[in-house]
């Protein structure tokens, strides 16, 4: 595991950027190609933009969506889908993009995307800490027993409180109560994570990743802690919390 604290929200994103083309150029130079594993949200506006900054040749780029919410098209402003494309994949021109369409029969969709990934191993992901401690939509208690790719998962309310809160939804009835999601499994199988971690609200999540007893699923982002190449991206804010006699 290694922490960067920045000062703010915008340096993280610069520094995570950073982390990510480093790790993308090398898998390219090593194997010609790349796989990268993406998260959305709120914590990551200013990562993806730091990231268009940066020179990759995308085109060798291949590129995998975390999560998706059942129970609204993609033109929904908290469409995940709709989210990457606007935002990041329209404005690069990658060797494949694979979202997550719930539009169509889930059990489909994640036979899919199964099948897509057991090309290859995952060579980046970027993976975010929910205010409960989810990573992707695994909300405690997580399952870190299933050995399958993604799964559908039911919300908690914590985490349904946490889109309203970002601005996602006009309400907690309005926010869908089911979500494909990567699992705990595929998330470790990548072989490097970058958690991008910013602002006051994820305080208490993070101090509870790192200094829990335990790695438990009623904290999921513990279980990342077992993973050799973590790299954590906090700010200011997001590391408040934290005794930074240890962490610095």
Known sequence: MTITISKHARELGEQAAGKAS?????????????????????SHFEFYEA??????????????????????????????????VSRFTSKINPFAVH????DQDPSLVIASLTEKLSE??????????????????????ADFDTK????????????RTQQVNEGWFPSFDDVPKTAITATVAL??????????????????????TLEAAEITNLMPATMLRKHEQWFLYLDEESASLLNRDIYV
């Not at 979202?99 to 719930?102: H, K, N």
């Open 22 to 42: 480093e790790i993308l150029l090398s898998a390219i130079r090593s194997s010609g190609k790349a796989r990268l594993m993406l998260a959305t949200g709120q």
């Open 148 to 159: 399958e790719l993604y799964q559908v998962v039911e919300l908690d309310e914590r985490c």
């Open 99 to 102: 979202l997550i369409d719930t």
């Open 51 to 84: 990231l268009l900054a940066m020179e990759i040749p995308w085109d060798k780029v291949e590129i995998f969506h975390l999560d998706e919410y059942i129970g609204i098209p993609a033109s929904h402003k908290a469409s995940f889908r709709n989210y990457l």
């Open 120 to 141: 290859a191993p995952i060579d980046l992901g970027i993976i975010g800490i929910g205010d409960n401690g989810h990573i992707a939509f695994n909300d405690p208690p």
């Open 187 to 208: 998330i470790m199988s990548c072989k490097t994570i970058v958690s991008v971690v910013p602002h006051k609200a994820k305080a208490a999540a993070v101090k509870e």
